[in-house]
């Protein structure tokens, strides 16, 4: 059966991943501390590695100063934006058209994002949210 993807089950799916390998690596060792090292959470974003990766991909050429200028009104301000509705939308991107129940299909963004890894996104995201904006009040 086809489940519809979320980014739940690509979470679920890496971390069972990461916890086999984890486990057959330290199997040697101790099982339990394994175990136990394998439910921590993942690394935390990166914001400083999102910012050089924003400035060498450019995105500021289109989404303006600090990504809060853009150069047209019809391109979005993400200054501010919570990193987890940034992340999820550059990984919509990345699925576009070939995944219609959750991609977006937009031909410019979708250049952007192609080469970019998971881990690029969330460091992508965590510095978007990082910057002052003018959409957001920050209480
Ligand atoms: C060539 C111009 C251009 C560049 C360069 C560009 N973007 Fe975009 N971006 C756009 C446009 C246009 C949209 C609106 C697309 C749409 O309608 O879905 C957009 C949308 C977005 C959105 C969705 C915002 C929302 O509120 O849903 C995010 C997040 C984003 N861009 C991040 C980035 C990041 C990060 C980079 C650099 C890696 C980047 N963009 C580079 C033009 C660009």
Redesign the pocket.
Known sequence: MNKPYTAEHAFARGGVAVRASLLKAASAVCAAAALAFAVQPAQAADAAN?KV??DS???????GVN?NK???P?????AG?HAD???W??RQ?QMGNGNPNFG???P??Q???QS?SERD?KD??A??ESLKGDLVEKK
């Open positions: 999102g990766l924003a991909h450019n995105c500021a050429a289109c989404h990504l853009p150069v047209s019809d391109y979005p301000k993400l934006q509705y940034v992340y939308a550059l991107y977006r299909s937009n410019i963004m250049a952007q994002v970019l996104l992508l995201a510095y978007v």
